[in-house]
């Protein structure tokens, strides 16, 4: 069974930093892409970053280029994504995925977790 758990949520003040983690089980991690996906409240799902199956390539939307980076520890199965520079509109419960292929490009994820809620306020 495919088990993904996020953790490293909290409460942060505009401008300061998270790091997140997803520990992955009961496939083989580092066979395929991973993902974040985040949503902020009362809005939709909004896809974040992915990375490839080696970490060699990443991917993000426009408007969390510089200030996320996404990466991955095959030798722990687990993923993570650093926040720096964060904003209130960043305020979301923040999800990992796991895509369908080994590349990232799919934009197909066929397992999540359960999410861990960031929220950022002064």
């Known amino acids: 069974e495919v088990q993904l758990v996020e953790s490293g949520g909290g409460l942060v003040q505009p401008g300061g930093s998270l790091r997140l983690s997803c520990a992955a089980s009961g496939f083989t991690f580092d066979d395929y892409a991973m993902s974040w996906v985040r949503q902020a409240p009362g809005k939709g799902l909004e896809w974040v970053s992915a990375i490839n199956w080696n970490g060699d390539n990443t991917y993000y939307t426009e408007s969390m280029k510089g200030r996320f980076t996404i990466s991955r520890d095959n030798a722990k199965n687990t993923l993570y994504l650093q926040m720096n520079s964060l904003k209130s509109e960043d305020t979301a419960v923040y999800y990992c995925?796991?895509?369908?292929?080994?590349?990232?490009?799919?934009?197909?994820?066929?397992?999540w977790g359960q999410g861990t809620l960031v929220t950022v306020s002064s």
């Open positions: 995925a796991k895509d369908v292929n080994y590349d990232g490009t799919s934009g197909a994820l066929d397992a």
